[in-house]
């Protein structure tokens, strides 16, 4: 089995971070690569905070938190993840972004090295295409908060060889977390299953059967959901809600997968969840 000593992740956003986050606590050396050091920079401090806040909880102790943050080293190049073991991607949620960084990585890292790729929706099979090693690309989908949430879906392209995904397996254990293995298809398990949710309890609402705040009840008290719906789908991004309802439309076909109308015009109005401080519910900024 290989073993994996050192670990590429491209892209320092939200999911970036986190999943260095999770590898450097995990006795990993980390080489993350962003397009813009102020991105690097912003994902450093994230991981010191986060890191701080599992020491303050007693998680982690200071020595731990200190050993993680020394194995993570940034780079503005992916020159840098050549003698990475396994390179995971997390950039930007476009098909276009991510096949032009397999490609530049396929010719990069040396011919056995493993890529993931932490898409939401993005077939891998496709991802898989632009390179010359489709065996040894996977789907490792982690979810938001990564140091918080338990779950990782490792999807199968239909190249991808029993050998990568056992690797992809054991270092999700490695990292903590507890591995589902999933076929590739659009929206993978989760959100095949969640985005239908979140767009019909929009419909809900369109249509007047009921307010944001009365389905989100029904969820958290009827359904023992940690949160509802809508409180979900702004904390995930109305916008994004929409484009994987999109994905999942263009895959799987049926009028059951259109968007619903509400969530579109919010999305086209800004109203794109927290992150524009308004959506379902409004955010002080
Ligand atoms: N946010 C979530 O809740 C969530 C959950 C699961 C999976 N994902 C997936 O994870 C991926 C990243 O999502 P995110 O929310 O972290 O996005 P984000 O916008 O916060 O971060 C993406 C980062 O990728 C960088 N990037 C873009 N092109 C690059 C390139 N060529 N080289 C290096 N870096 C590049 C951007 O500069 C940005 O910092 C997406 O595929 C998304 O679908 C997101």
Known sequence: M?????????????MGNGIAHVCARA????????????FLDRA???IEKNLAREVAKGKLTAQQSDEAKAKIATSLTMNALGDCDLVIEAATEKFAVKAEIFRDLDRILMPGTILATNTSSISITKIAAETERAERVIGMHF???????????VIR???????????????????????????????????RVLMPLIN?????????VATAEAVDKVFVLGMAHPMGPLT??????????????????????????????????????????????????????
């Open 157 to 191: 392209g239909l190249a991808t060889s029993q050998y990568t995904f056992a690797a992809v397996e054991a270092l999700a254990v490695r990292l903590g977390k507890a591995p589902v293995e999933v076929n590739d298809a659009a929206g993978f398990v989760s959100n």
């Open 44 to 46: 450093v401090a994230a």
């Open 200 to 208: 019909e309890a929009a419909y809900a609402v369109m249509e007047g």
């Open 27 to 38: 006795g990993l050396d980390v080489v993350l690569c962003d397009v813009q050091q102020g």
């Open 232 to 285: 979900l789908a702004d904390f995930i991004g109305l916008d994004v809600c929409v484009d994987i309802m999109r994905v999942l439309a263009e895959g799987l076909g049926g009028p059951k997968y259109n968007p619903c109308p509400l969530l579109v015009r919010m999305v086209d109005a800004g109203w794109l969840g927290r992150k524009s401080g308004r959506g379902f519910y409004t955010y002080p900024q």
């Open 143 to 153: 979810f938001n908060p990564v140091p918080v949430m338990q779950l990782v879906e």
């Open 2 to 14: 290989l073993e994996i000593k050192r670990v590429g992740v491209v892209g320092a956003g939200t």
